[in-house]
Each structure stands twice: as structure tokens, then as C-alpha cells.
Nanobody, 119 residues
């Protein structure tokens, strides 16, 4: 089994920064793609960023490109999301997720961490 635990959320003013972390248990982390998603009140969950098992490949939703950076440390089974120049529209619950091998869908999800950006 895999457990994902996010941390680092909080309240920040517009223009500020936050760093989210996700700690994974289990033995599959280093072979898995990791992703960050978010869900704002009244909206559907949306993709934010993903990183390949090696860390060599990343992709982002357009609205966060240049502001957010995803990274991972396979030795510590952690993935991070560095968020800069935050905007009120970034307010959401942020979830990390793990995708095994060649699967299309994400297999495991964390419980989420709240990010609130005040204007």
C-alpha cells in the first residue's frame, strides 16, 4: 500500500510563496510518476504539475508555468511543489498523487492541504 501525506499549505498574501511537500510510504515511489492537483470550492479538481520517476520530465498547467516548480527526492520519497507569485485564483486544496508504472490514471491520492491566497 501507498500512503501520501501533504504538508506546507497555509494562508499567504498575493505575490507570496509557499512550498508544498508530499511524503510517500511504500516501495513504489521511485518508479512512479508524481503529480499535484488542486480543487477550488465549487470547481472540479484540476491538474497542476507532474514529474516523471527520474525527475527528468515535468509538465505544468499553463496558468502556473513560470511560477510553480515541481521536484522530487527519491532517496527521501518526497515530492515538492514550489509556488511563487501566488494569486488569489491559486486558492484551493492541493493534492499529491502517485501513478504506477504505465498506468494512465493516478492510483493513490493524499488527503490534501489547503492553500489560501489573499488579495
Amino acid at each position: 500500500q501507498v500512503q501520501l501525506v501533504e504538508s506546507g499549505g497555509g494562508l499567504v498574501q498575493a505575490g507570496g510563496s509557499l512550498r508544498l511537500s508530499c511524503a510517500a510510504s511504500g516501495r513504489t515511489f521511485s518508479r512512479s510518476t508524481m503529480g499535484w492537483f488542486r480543487q477550488a470550492p465549487g470547481k472540479e479538481r484540476e491538474f497542476v504539475a507532474a514529474i516523471s520517476w527520474s525527475g527528468g520530465g515535468t509538465n505544468y498547467r499553463d496558468s502556473v508555468k513560470g511560477r510553480f516548480t515541481i521536484s522530487r527526492d527519491n532517496a527521501k520519497s518526497t515530492v515538492h511543489l514550489e509556488m511563487k507569485s501566488l494569486k488569489p485564483e491559486d486558492t484551493a486544496v492541493y493534492y499529491c498523487a502517485l501513478r504506477l508504472g504505465g498506468n494512465v490514471a493516478y492510483d493513490y491520492w493524499g488527503q490534501g492541504t489547503q492553500v489560501t491566497v489573499s488579495s
